[in-house]
């Protein structure tokens, strides 16, 4: 690389002048970082987690200081609403403050199927009333008898996620 990098990083060791930064990543090509030393990547990798957990933990706190100081106002405008769960609005010296608080409903599989059975047994459709999903774990479905994944293979399909590259030293 012909072009100099300073050492933006203040909170990083010192390091030569040539040497680019978490804060340079942003000037250079994909192909520029490609061509980085790998112990280069390991290093600027190390600090990229480094600084996302402590953005992160950061975030947290901010997070919680604003959880602090309107969440008795939000909980208070949702009784005033009538409301357990979902948005409401307040408003403090001109800042519009939006608390959601999401509902999660879980479903006893159990019952649903003994549900569905009786639903069917009547002469009624279950799909009218209930979304029905089948599922097989992957852990179980590699245990099966070779014939039964046979049976089982054209109802599967196996696709890939992004790929993940984590770099190691030899000595860790």
């Known amino acids: 690389m012909a072009m100099p990098f300073p050492n933006t990083d203040a909170a990083a060791a010192p390091q030569l002048v040539n040497t680019p930064g978490l804060n340079d990543l942003d000037r250079l090509s994909i192909g520029d970082i490609s061509a980085l030393p790998p112990d280069l990547l390991f290093t600027l990798q190390e600090a990229a987690v480094a600084e996302t957990a ?4 950061l975030r947290d706190r901010l997070e919680a200081g604003i959880g602090h100081r309107y969440g008795a106002a939000t909980e208070a405008e949702r009784a005033n609403q009538g409301k357990y769960s979902g948005t409401v609005r307040i408003e403090d010296a001109g800042v ?10 879980s479903w ?15 002469g009624d459709d279950p799909t009218e009333y209930l979304e029905i999903a ?27 996620g992004k790929p993940v590259f984590r770099l190691e030293t030899r000595d860790r």
């Open 134 to 160: 089948y599922r097989v774990s992957e852990r179980r479905f590699g245990a099966w008898p070779e014939a039964m994944r046979e049976g089982f293979a054209a109802a599967r399909t196996e696709t890939t």
């Open 54 to 57: 402590r953005v992160k933990r």
């Open 96 to 105: 519009v403050v939006i608390a959601d608080l999401p509902k999660k409903v």
């Open 108 to 122: 006893d599989q159990d019952r649903l199927a003994a549900m569905a059975a009786r639903i069917s047994a009547s």
